[in-house]
């Protein structure tokens, strides 16, 4: 049974951190490139961010290009979303999701087949 498990979100401040964590089972974690993405109200899914499967290249989105940094640990089967000078505007449900974000190959010529899993999402509120 595979889950994606999401953890890590809260209140922060504008200028507060928070780390994600998404803890994966049930598929070969380390032979996938994973994503974070989120949705805030009323809004469209953002991809954020997106990792090679062995953690060797980096997606950004431009809005959290500079803020936000993704890595993983093969060996504990988990993907990490650490968020630094936070927004309000970066208020949403934040997803972990197995797979790149759409138009990223990572280190791959063409990405390798896979079936795209999702948690069930972290709420990041950026508020005073």
């Known amino acids: 049974q595979v889950q994606l498990v999401e953890s890590g979100g809260g209140l922060a401040q504008p200028g507060g951190s928070l780390r994600l964590s998404c803890a994966a089972s049930?598929?070969?974690?380390?032979?996938?490139?994973m994503s974070w993405a989120r949705q805030a109200p009323g809004k469209e899914l953002e991809w954020v961010s997106g990792?090679?499967?062995?953690?060797?290249?980096?997606y950004y989105a431009d809005s959290v290009k500079g803020r936000f940094t993704i890595s993983r640990d093969n060996a504990k089967n988990t993907v990490y979303l650490q968020m630094n000078s936070l927004k309000p505007e970066d208020t949403a449900l934040y997803y972990c999701a197995s797979g790149p974000p759409p138009g990223y190959h990572g280190q791959y010529d063409e990405i390798p087949p896979y079936t795209r899993y999702w948690g069930q999402g972290t709420q990041v509120t950026v508020s005073s």
């Open positions: 049930g598929f070969t974690f380390s032979n996938y490139l």
């Open positions: 990792i090679h499967s062995d953690g060797s290249d980096k």
